[in-house]
């Protein structure tokens, strides 16, 4: 099959209008398996394809970039590299956008190939297309333009292929074209600038960070929302971190949220600027970007007693993130009767908000009870169990019966908030003493599909793998545990059968 593809392929180059053969030949190389085509990729004449993509027709231009896709897969990048580079260029600057996706998957493999990538390095016109890439106007082609030119840019040369030359220049003509490509390029820019602090140096020399930076602390609210984005995701680096302390970005955050209450626009950007602060916590210290930043908590706290479910949203996974750890649970335990009020708040739009909001509230609630084995203090026992209690009348009945309800998203979650206190002593209790509660535990009948099976099974490991749960639900019941942990989560109870005499 291998060897008709290659006859197939001689054939074609010696045709003008090859249709038919393109037709036989994509038929032919779509059976070969990818080891045999390997094996014959020496003999695999590729230029003619590159060629035909030239003409303009739309039916042959779409056979050869799907016989393309399959024979580029046996070709070894530095042969790519070094044989093909001009074709590669030519693809790059190719009206149609699928010859382009094409082209930047090769490059794609080039540049993930230590020996290949130097190739690419030294070519500055097949770079310049790239970049040149990033300002069409198809998103995948601008992504996978992206995505090589970041990967270039973990080696030293490919940092200075980029900065250090008429490249730079490229990307900033590039940025000029419309908003939307000049977030491409910071996207490219923040991608790079998080691998490491040699590489954000490269970046802030260019300028290119600072204009970013002030464009998230500008006026124009809704480039603030945009940017807020592609700060948050530099600030998940240690270094990245560090480097908006020194330049004071993270106090200009906190004071653009001081002034949001005067600001009638505040709600576009808002949401994004106190996700930044709630992962900064978690990335760092909770306690001390709380008492640094005050600001960020109050507002937590003003945007759950919102009637927008935005802000409402926000504040509830900002709330469950930083609650996910020991010392931010001290840090929301500390406010008091304020955290206890947005609890109940949170109970409510649980049993009464749109069902994404429902389930946001429940893996909130999920990630603020949760304590470990080594973390089940006195102290934080009794602190998970008053929070509990403050989420509404009856917190166990409330969250049953959103898991009673036909959807498996809410079942699932909720099933989420019995596994996270399922090795707590005092929520053993709460169970073993509603009525019905550990035959609903035991009852597979009630999950149908897989994720429900898995979530049940977990809170049944939970409670089976707690130390406390053999003398507080007794033995009897610990057992029952234990089989339906071993049997597995997919278990069928096998149904008995009578064979009647007579019977077909």
């Known amino acids: 099959m291998a060897a008709q593809a290659v006859s197939l392929l001689r054939e074609v180059a010696r045709l003008e209008a090859p249709l038919e053969e393109l037709r036989a030949l994509q038929s032919v190389v779509q059976a070969v398996p990818l080891h045999e085509l390997r094996e014959q990729a020496a003999e695999l004449r590729l230029r003619p394809l590159f060629s035909l993509l030239n003409q303009n027709n739309r039916e042959q231009t779409a056979l050869c970039v799907s016989i393309l896709e399959r024979l580029l897969q046996a070709v070894e990048p530095i042969h790519l590299a070094r044989n093909l580079r001009l074709d590669l260029q030519r693809g790059l600057t190719h009206p149609d956008d699928s010859v382009k996706t094409l082209t930047l998957s090769q490059i794609g493999r080039i540049v993930e190939d230590s020996e290949a990538v130097t190739e690419v390095l030294s070519n500055a016109e097949l770079l310049r297309q790239v970049v040149c890439c990033i300002g069409g106007e198809n998103l995948s082609v601008a992504k996978a333009a992206i995505k090589s030119l970041s990967r270039i840019s973990l080696t030293q ?3 200075e292929a980029l900065f250090e030359s008429n490249l730079l220049d490229d990307l900033k003509n590039v940025m000029k074209t419309n908003d939307v490509v000049r977030y491409r390029v910071y996207e490219l820019i923040i991608d790079i600038s998080s691998v490491s602090s040699e590489s954000l140096n490269y970046c802030t020399t260019s300028g290119l960070v600072t ?21 948050t995701s530099l600030a998940y680096t240690h270094h990245g971190r560090q480097y908006l302390a020194q330049e004071g970005v993270i106090d200009q955050i906190s004071n653009i949220i001081v002034g949001a209450d005067s600001d009638p626009f505040s709600g576009f950007y808002l949401p994004g600027f106190v996700k930044f602060f709630g992962n900064l916590a978690v990335m760092d210290s909770p306690q001390q970007i709380c008492e640094r930043y005050p600001v960020f908590l109050e507002k937590v706290f003003a945007m759950a007693d919102s009637q927008d479910p935005t802000m409402i949203g926000v504040a509830v996974d900002t709330v469950g993130i930083l609650g996910s750890s020991v010392e ?7 406010t008091g009767t304020r955290f206890e009020r947005l609890l109940t708040r949170i109970g409510y739009q649980a049993k009464n908000a749109s069902t994404e909001l429902k389930i946001r509230c429940l893996d909130a609630v999920s990630s603020l009870l949760y304590l470990s084995p080594e973390q089940q203090t006195d102290d934080f026992l ?3 169990e008053s929070w509990f209690s403050s989420v509404s009348r009856d917190s166990l009945e409330l969250f049953r019966g959103i898991s009673n309800q036909p959807f498996p998203e ?5 099933l989420k908030v019995f596994t996270a206190i399922a090795n707590q002593p005092w929520a053993q209790k709460l169970m073993f003493n509603s009525p019905g509660f550990v035959e609903f535990v035991m009852d597979r009948s009630v999950e149908h599909d897989k994720t429900s099976k898995d979530a049940k099974y977990e809170l049944v490991k939970a409670l ?10 007794g033995n009897s019941n610990y057992l029952r545990l234990r089989t339906y942990l071993s049997e597995g989560p997919y278990y069928v109870k096998p149904v008995a059968t ?5 019977a077909d």
């Open 157 to 159: 040369a490919g940092l």
């Open 211 to 231: 204009q970013l930076l002030r464009e998230l602390t500008g006026e124009d609210v809704l480039v603030r929302a945009t940017c807020i984005e592609m700060v």
């Open 328 to 334: 931010g649970k001290q840090v929301l335990q500390k």
């Open 382 to 384: 009794g602190m998970t």
């Open 410 to 414: 809410l079942h699932c979650a909720a």
């Open 464 to 473: 089976a793998n707690s130390k406390t749960v053999a003398e507080i639900f």
């Open 498 to 502: 009578t064979a009647v005499e007579g």
